[in-house]
């Protein structure tokens, strides 16, 4: 018998041991040292940037300030919390209207029916669209001069509207976009949640004479109240991220009066368009927070109940 | 609200014969669902489809057409736009850009991401897997500033490989939320058995399990792949000349004082549809990944 193999195998068989035996930290560490890497690293530099006064250029000399930024921000009336404002108008808005329609048509698609897989595949095609390419194709529809949506309402004798255009008119026209474009996710996890429920307490209410409404509200809802919170959750943190849609229409800043500047759209400005770093960390890091503290109070919430 | 609305839509055929007593209150209404019930969802349809329609539509007109409102409907369509977008903007080196990053970094990202998800679900490693989770929450933008920073001192800004890694950033949380919920629902029984037959547990892993998550790696690699696709903030500052993607070549399109809005359909169409028919054939899968999760606790 050759000594080589046998230390070859010997070798190998040591290796394979110690790799089975590590296999959990083996696993699993590639992935948690990219994260790492790529998020750790770059989060606590934004948390420097945002205590020095980094300007212009990325390899410009900084000084460091303290929490003069965070006092500069916190003053800032005229586009940080008017930013917070439409954030919270905008994902409020959105995610509502969402979960209202959503429930609605996942509880018309609840029950099999003919023809139920082409609602499905329409619903579908929204939610896979590029945002980008949404954003353009509703600025064309919602063209104050040229859009559809002013030809369709001249049909009922109703006048032309500004829409994206309109200062007050875009940040709804927006919401719309958005409700359009993510409706059908909350159908499908409503569906996935309504479809997982047993029949049977909805078959008790109706032997014992609820109505529909009292089986929806009093039965249902309850059942489907961890499912509800997902989609809420998933929806929620997505639509405060909101960024490429409200790019695409209004472009920098939000449109020329900042009419949809939202908190990313505002970071994002401040970055790239006119690399006030220091400051737009700052705003990062609250925006951050905040996402967090809206995380924390929902699920929270949930874990108290339970 | 009223009945109708809110009802839960059981067909009159499909419950067994009422008895008098268990006789809804308002049989009337009741029977009226069904018609109710087609057309609101015939309507919703309609809303999510006519937009995407529209797009298609004005990608066929001519500019003159699509400014004449007489010619909302009838036109005489042309080719021109795809045309004019393909050839003359070379639209080909953005298709092949965006669908170069999305695969590899939905090939990374499986590669990195599915081990790291059956460890975190067979060992319960909660507190490892919010970690990962974490970049679902953050806002990109964040990240942005930092990675700029760091690539553009290593002469990376503009090459693949930056858009791929920043990619990679959001896929790589996905697959892993993806696949910790599928290996949740995978029974241990035949890893079991096939380490009583001589496997050891990380050839089991790659002999029994990988093959049983077929579905599970179909839906996390589709997604992902979509994502990446649609994704437009990463690129649109970390992509150079020569590696820009689809999205942000659409948008370089408004930077000018008027809008070709035919080409812009077209290119928008061009961008949407591949995603759309992928969707289609895969219809099972995406659904399946974009509710993962919807029904735990």
Known sequence: ?306 | MTDTVTTHGVPEGALPEPTPQQRPRRPHKLRAYPIFRVLVLTLTVLLFIAPLVWMVVASLKTNVDIYDPDKTFFFTPTLENYANVLGRNNYFVFIFNSFWVALWSTVFSLILGVPAAYAMSRFTMHRSAMVVLMARIIPGVSLLVPWYFIFANLRLVGGFGVLILSHMFVALPLIVYLMMSFFDSLPTELEDAAQVDGLTPIGAFLRITLPLSVPGLATAGILSFIFSWNNFMFALVLSGANTKTLPVAIFNFVSYASIDWGSLMSAAVIVTVPIMVIALFTQKYVVSGLTAGATKG
């Open chain 1, 1 to 306: 018998m050759a000594v080589m193999v046998d230390t070859k195998v010997t070798a190998w068989k040591a290796y394979s041991t110690w790799a089975n035996h590590h296999r959990k930290w083996l696993f699993a560490a590639p992935a948690m040292i990219f994260v790492g890497l790529l998020i750790a690293v770059p989060l606590a530099w934004t948390v420097y940037l945002s205590l020095t006064d980094a300007q212009g250029s990325v390899r410009a000399e900084s000084k460091f300030v303290g929490i003069a930024n965070y006092l500069k921000v916190f003053g800032d009336t005229e586009r940080f919390w008017p930013a917070v404002l439409r954030t919270f108008m905008f994902t409020g808005g959105a995610v509502a209207a969402e979960m209202v329609l959503g429930m609605g048509i996942a509880l018309l698609l609840w029950r099999p029916f003919k023809g139920e897989k082409w609602v499905r595949v329409a619903i579908l095609m929204p939610l896979v669209a590029t945002p980008v390419a949404v954003g353009m194709m509703w600025r064309l529809i919602f063209d104050p001069n040229i859009g559809f949506a002013n030809q369709f309402l001249s049909w009922f004798g109703i006048p032309p509207q500004p829409w994206l255009s309109g200062q007050t008119t875009a940040l709804p026209t927006l919401i719309f976009v958005d409700v359009w474009q993510w409706t059908p996710m909350i159908v499908l996890i409503l569906l996935a949640g309504l479809t997982s429920l047993s029949e049977e307490p909805d078959e008790a209410a109706r032997i014992d004479g609820a109505s529909s409404w009292q089986r929806f509200r009093f039965v249902t809802l309850p059942l489907l109240r961890s499912t509800v919170i997902v989609a809420i959750v998933l929806r929620g943190i997505d639509a405060l991220k909101t960024f490429d849609i409200l790019y695409a229409t209004k472009g920098k800043g939000g449109g020329s009066f900042h009419e949809v500047e939202t908190l990313n759209v505002y970071a994002f400005g401040l970055s790239f368009d006119y690399n006030d770093y220091g400051i737009a960390s700052t705003v990062l890091i609250l925006f951050f927070l905040l996402i967090i503290a809206i995380m924390w109070m929902v699920t929270y919430r949930r874990k108290a109940e339970q």
